[in-house]
């Protein structure tokens, strides 16, 4: 692969395996080279999956700079230190987590460094950036759509000011950076002068599949209980009404499901719980795969249609039952849901 001819210095940042992938499918259509900076989070699950996506990245010619960002008290100040000179080089910055406080923290430092790179590229993180588009086209605080509704604790407070200079910067304004957005999600309320590009998994779906597709359901799991959306007990009885109804025996793990809940969910259900290597894209692309994929409001019931075209496979949603909600849920949050569901190109729903 060759660099851009348009554009020197790349530089990504990326802090789960979605976010790594979705650089690879950017860089794939874009022709470029990059470094990409994993910012690595602390669970064992997410860490294992951004390895083997790292492995891929330099496989296809990027440089990968493993951060243990989160390594203790003093991690913060020395990635951040060590990063200030890649920053002040960079032609180029691609994020995979504009409500990162991380990341906010290093465009803000960019932006002290005095550096005006010529593009700043969001690429996909999921569902996530449906809300981040949203956010910013109102002109309102980043914050992460479970927690809307709620009143800002003193941490939110004490790094307000460095939210509010990302937020600034991720705007488009004559005669600064250009803002571009690279996503498989409907975007609806794009705000003007930010380039949306279509990712339309190039990348995965030429190195991996076409895969063998059986004859029974797969269910994808979510971490709506662990982010406390969704009540434990409700789920569980969710998940195996539906492995019951449509036959599943595969229960493939979102990557920050806890063990104590996974390892209740196989005993009360029979399912076979898969505690999947790479993200779920790329896993079910190289098969093999049920010819049925049932999820709930997630990130795979946009993406996995678009990974999985002309193999057969179907993708069904099911929405969340307001009474599965944990107390104190917002009505935003529940809207969001339904939103994620409705909005699914090529899903029905169940």
Same mark, same amino acid.
């Given at each position: 692969?060759?660099?851009?001819?348009?554009?020197?210095?790349?530089?990504?940042f990326v802090?789960?395996?979605?976010?790594?992938?979705?650089?690879?499918?950017?860089?794939?259509?874009?022709?470029a080279?990059?470094?990409?900076?994993?910012?690595?989070?602390?669970?064992?699950?997410?860490?294992?999956?951004?390895?083997?996506?790292?492995?891929?990245?330099?496989?296809?010619?990027?440089?990968?700079?493993?951060?243990e960002?989160?390594?203790g008290?003093?991690?913060?100040?020395?990635?951040?230190g060590?990063?200030a000179g890649?920053?002040?080089?960079?032609?180029?910055?691609?994020i995979?987590?504009?409500?990162?406080?991380y990341?906010?923290?290093l465009l803000?430092?960019?932006?002290?460094?005095?550096?005006?790179?010529?593009?700043?590229?969001?690429v996909?993180d999921?569902? #996530?950036?449906?809300?981040?588009?949203?956010?910013?086209?109102?002109?309102?605080r980043?914050?992460?759509?479970h927690?809307r509704?709620?009143?800002?604790?003193?941490?939110?407070l004490?790094?307000?000011?460095?939210?509010?200079?990302?937020?600034?910067?991720?705007?488009?304004?004559?005669?600064r950076?250009?803002?571009?957005?690279?996503?498989?999600?409907?975007?609806d309320?794009?705000?003007?002068?930010?380039t949306v590009t279509t990712?339309a998994?190039?990348?995965?779906?030429?190195?991996?599949g076409?895969?063998?597709?059986?004859?029974? #359901?797969?269910?994808?799991?979510?971490?709506?209980?662990?982010t406390?959306?969704?009540d434990?007990?409700?789920?569980l009885?969710?998940?195996?009404?539906?492995?019951?109804?449509?036959?599943?025996?595969?229960?493939?793990?979102?990557?920050?499901?806890s063990?104590d809940k996974?390892?209740?969910?196989?005993?009360?259900?029979?399912l076979?719980?898969?505690?999947?290597?790479l993200p779920?894209?790329?896993?079910?692309?190289?098969?093999?795969i049920?010819?049925?994929?049932l999820?709930?409001?997630?990130?795979?019931?946009?993406?996995?249609?678009?990974?999985?075209e002309?193999?057969?496979?179907k993708?069904?949603?099911?929405?969340?039952?307001?009474?599965w909600?944990?107390?104190g849920?917002?009505?935003?949050a529940?809207?969001?849901?339904?939103?994620?569901a409705?909005?699914?190109?090529?899903?029905?729903?169940?």
């Amino acid at each position: 692969m060759s660099s851009s001819s348009t554009f020197g210095s790349t530089l990504c940042f990326v802090e789960s395996p979605v976010q790594l992938l979705n650089v690879l499918e950017w860089a794939h259509l874009d022709g470029a080279t990059a470094t990409v900076v994993v910012l690595s989070p602390t669970d064992p699950m997410t860490r294992g999956q951004l390895r083997r996506m790292a492995e891929l990245a330099r496989a296809d010619g990027h440089t990968v700079r493993w951060e243990e960002a989160r390594g203790g008290p003093a991690a913060p100040f020395q990635t951040i230190g060590g990063l200030a000179g890649p920053l002040r080089a960079a032609d180029r910055v691609v994020i995979g987590d504009p409500f990162s406080r991380y990341v906010q923290l290093l465009l803000t430092l960019y932006s002290f460094l005095g550096r005006r790179a010529r593009d700043l590229v969001v690429v996909d993180d999921g569902t #996530a950036t449906m809300e981040f588009v949203s956010q910013l086209a109102r002109g309102e605080r980043l914050v992460r759509w479970h927690r809307r509704g709620g009143r800002p604790g003193p941490r939110d407070l004490v790094f307000a000011p460095v939210s509010a200079a990302a937020r600034r910067r991720l705007t488009p304004a004559p005669g600064r950076t250009t803002v571009s957005l690279f996503t498989s999600m409907p975007v609806d309320e794009a705000l003007d002068g930010v380039t949306v590009t279509t990712n339309a998994y190039a990348w995965t779906r030429d190195r991996f599949g076409p895969p063998r597709v059986t004859r029974g #359901a797969d269910l994808v799991g979510t971490s709506l209980v662990e982010t406390g959306v969704v009540d434990l007990d409700r789920y569980l009885q969710a998940v195996s009404g539906l492995a019951a109804a449509h036959g599943a025996t595969r229960y493939f793990a979102h990557r920050r499901e806890s063990a104590d809940k996974l390892h209740r969910l196989a005993g009360e259900t029979g399912l076979e719980v898969v505690r999947p290597d790479l993200p779920l894209e790329l896993i079910a692309r190289r098969g093999p795969i049920g010819g049925t994929i049932l999820s709930f409001p997630s990130t795979v019931v946009h993406t996995l249609p678009i990974a999985l075209e002309g193999t057969g496979v179907k993708v069904a949603v099911c929405e969340i039952d307001p009474s599965w909600l944990s107390e104190g849920v917002s009505d935003h949050a529940q809207g969001f849901l339904r939103g994620i569901a409705g909005s699914a190109r090529g899903v029905r729903t169940v």
